[in-house]
């Protein structure tokens, strides 16, 4: 992840979810405390400032791509655009009143990058018709679900980075976003 895929990622971010209300909030590019709240790697979201703060170095890392060898634990460039995404969706629930610290807060989360995802895929025969200048394909989709799975992801979890037990409950979350948008993600998940 350089400056250029981060950029892209943040103005995706802030036009899909523009229409919530809710104040884009400030992105910065290393990891920052927030309070005494320990921060969470590679992303952390911090209520108090509406920031969310970046470990490039382990970004970097999750965007690798997936190793034959098993020598890495790199998922693909899509799987650390979701850690950011997981974040800003947290910023979303803060502006709208709810709970950032409970399981519901996770599937909400998860929930949120799925429709996040969903309106950035560029369909081969025209299907659908992408948000912004982020683009991704079906196999993106793939990336962001197997780091979902991963034992230290944020896509499906609070702001204290405790993810949701339940691996299948997660990859339900996320598709429920995907194939439904945004509209079901507090409806279903608490709000």
Known sequence: MDQKSLNAVEQSLHTVFRDTGAEP???????KPCGREQATSPASYCPSTNTISLDI???????QPPSKSGDTSGYGDFAA????????????????GLPLDDEAAGL????????WSGLLVEDPIGQRNP????????????????ALLGADSLIAANVRGDQVPVGFARVEAFRVGVQQGFAPCSTKYGG
């Open 25 to 31: 909030p400030k992105i910065v590019t290393e990891l």
């Open 57 to 63: 170095p382990a970004l970097q890392k999750i965007a």
């Open 81 to 96: 655009y979701a850690q950011v995404a997981s974040r800003y969706a947290l910023s979303v629930q803060k502006a709208a």
């Open 108 to 115: 909400r989360t998860a929930c949120m990058v799925g429709s």
């Open 131 to 146: 948000v912004g200048n982020l683009r991704i394909v079906p196999d993106d989709i793939d990336e962001g679900v197997s």
